[in-house]
């Protein structure tokens, strides 16, 4: 992937995880409480649940940005794959 596309592509993704963080009740709003959380991680799990996934999705947008995911996929596949001389 062009470097053009995947600066802003990280960029993005990384603020939609940094919204998320910091304003998970805007985001339960929009999708609602999740039940599995409530029952996992107690009262106010949601948030909780919603506060890692931003968190997750910052983590991706700089492993998007900084080009990792491109050796993360490919070491995973040769993995899945089996295939001898990765």
């Given amino acids: 992937m062009s470097i053009f596309l995947r600066v802003p592509l990280g960029l993005i993704i990384m603020v939609i995880g940094f919204y998320m963080v910091s304003k998970s009740g805007v985001f339960i709003t929009w999708f609602g409480r ?3 959380a409530e029952n996992k991680f107690g009262s106010g799990g949601t948030y909780l649940f919603y506060k ?3 968190v997750l999705f910052v983590f991706l947008g700089a492993a998007i940005a900084t ?3 491109n050796a993360w ?3 995973f596949g040769c993995l899945l794959a089996h295939v001898s001389g990765c």
């Fill in 67 to 69: 080009n990792v995911i």
């Fill in 73 to 75: 996929l490919k070491d």
């Fill in 52 to 54: 890692l996934l931003g």
């Fill in 34 to 36: 999740i039940p599995f």
